[in-house]
């Protein structure tokens, strides 16, 4: 069993930053794909970024240029860096793990963390 847990949500105004860390409780390393997803209210979740073992990254069209993903392996942590929200990025944030498939969602969730933008 992989435990995920995220944190660095918050409130903050238009223009400003987050950073959202996941925390896993095993080595990432060897993990295959590490993602962030978003859930708004009455939507379904989206990825945002994810990152492969390999340091492969992928953005949704809606957040390239603003966020930025990145792992530590050493430190078996995977963050999400948002810059220049918008009020429309609101949503509960989750990290996502998925271990050996070479594609689809992941094996594991986190138990999200709130993210709140306001204009």
């Known amino acids: 069993q992989v435990q995920l847990v995220e944190s660095g949500g918050g409130l903050v105004q238009a223009g400003g930053s987050l950073r959202l860390s996941c925390a896993v409780s095993?080595?990432?390393?060897?993990?295959?794909?590490l993602g962030w997803y978003r859930q708004p209210p009455g939507k379904q979740r989206e990825l945002v970024a994810r990152?492969?073992?390999?340091?492969?990254?992928y953005y949704a069209d809606s957040v390239k240029g603003r966020f930025t993903i990145s792992r530590d392996n050493a430190k078996n942590t995977v963050y999400l860096q948002m810059n220049s929200l918008k009020p429309e990025d609101t949503s509960v944030y989750y990290c996502?793990?998925?271990?050996?498939?070479?594609?689809?969602?992941?094996?594991?969730w986190g138990q999200g963390t709130q993210v709140t933008v306001s204009s």
């Open positions: 996502g793990a998925r271990l050996v498939r070479p594609n689809g969602g992941p094996d594991y």
């Open positions: 095993q080595s990432i390393a060897s993990i295959n794909a």
């Open positions: 990152i492969t073992s390999g340091g492969i990254t």
